[in-house]
């Protein structure tokens, strides 16, 4: 195939890569913002719309992983149609686990029906993580659908938050629990879903750091928040020149 039949081949194939993976993004987004509609009002006829977009983000994913396969083994690219492709195959993963959670949250959804309102107001801060987890599942995505690698360089210090908060609500749900102020099988289920949450936001940075890979070529250290945190103390601790 002469060069410029092969280019045009290429770009072909990235182009409808690409059309996917924001597809994909936007399936699994979706999905999660509906599965905490849902959970919020413990609404079945959400939960089951969850579930149908768990099935499409796997079968798109599926679609993706062949597209990427054929684009290495046909056209052999480099440089940063290389990362777009295998960046792409990771971050796949990363989305589909998103949705997962999102269906996870909704077969909470469905067994917290039974339970009575009022419990519910003793783990508010739940919706705090919720949204917290969200915007940094939007934020990632745009970052891979704009390719700005910038707008992700932060993120995780953004999860450190969220970390602290997943913490917190440990503490106080476990703290009601032994205090008899919640009903032991709601609080273990409100551990599922803060724990899902904190989840949702390491897949988040995890397509945030190969965002800023795909886009520069530089891997970002991931350091431990504990790590970080014992450098700027020791780094503080100096004496000024």
């Given at each position: 195939?002469?060069?410029?039949?092969?280019?045009?081949?290429?770009?072909?194939?990235?182009?409808?890569?690409?059309?996917?993976?924001?597809?994909?993004?936007?399936?699994?987004?979706?999905?999660?913002?509906?599965?905490?509609?849902?959970?919020?009002?413990?609404?079945?006829?959400?939960?089951?719309?969850?579930?149908?977009?768990?099935?499409?983000?796997?079968?798109?994913?599926?679609?993706?992983?062949?597209t990427c396969i054929d684009l290495l083994a046909l056209h052999a690219p480099v440089a940063r149609d290389l990362r777009t492709i295998t960046t792409s195959l990771k971050i796949t993963t990363d989305l589909d686990r998103i949705g997962r959670y999102g269906k996870?949250?909704?077969?909470?959804?469905?067994?917290?029906?039974?339970?009575?309102?009022?419990?519910?107001?003793?783990?508010?801060?739940?919706?705090?993580?919720?949204?917290?987890?969200?915007?940094?599942?939007?934020?990632?995505?745009?970052?891979?659908?704009?390719?700005?690698?910038?707008?992700?360089?932060?993120?995780?210090?953004?999860?450190?938050?969220?970390?602290?908060?997943?913490?917190e609500n440990f503490k106080d749900i476990v703290r009601r629990m032994t205090e008899g102020k919640l009903n032991v099988e709601t609080?273990?289920?409100?551990?599922?879903?803060?724990?899902?949450?904190?989840?949702?936001?390491?897949?988040?940075?995890?397509?945030?750091?190969?965002?800023?890979?795909?886009?520069?070529?530089?891997?970002?250290?991931?350091?431990?928040?504990?790590?970080?945190?014992?450098?700027?103390?020791?780094?503080?601790?100096?004496?000024?020149?």
């Open positions: 195939m002469p060069q410029a039949a092969e280019r045009k081949a290429l770009e072909k194939g990235l182009h409808k890569l690409n059309e996917n993976m924001v597809t994909l993004a936007e399936l699994a987004e979706l999905s999660i913002r509906k599965a905490v509609d849902g959970l919020t009002r413990l609404d079945p006829e959400v939960a089951q719309e969850v579930f149908t977009l768990d099935q499409e983000v796997y079968g798109l994913q599926l679609e993706i992983e062949r996870d949250l909704s077969e909470l959804t469905l067994q917290f029906r039974d339970r009575h309102i009022v419990e519910r107001a003793d783990v508010a801060r739940i919706q705090e993580m919720a949204d917290r987890t969200i915007t940094m599942v939007d934020t990632a995505i745009e970052a891979f659908v704009h390719r700005n690698a910038e707008s992700v360089r932060n993120i995780i210090e953004v999860d450190d938050a969220v970390d602290l908060l997943h913490d609080g273990a289920r409100y551990l599922l879903v803060n724990r899902y949450f904190e989840r949702i936001a390491d897949h988040a940075v995890n397509i945030g750091l190969r965002v800023v890979y795909m886009v520069t070529g530089d891997w970002l250290p991931r350091v431990r928040a504990a790590d970080r945190a014992k450098r700027r103390d020791d780094g503080s601790a100096k004496p000024t020149p």
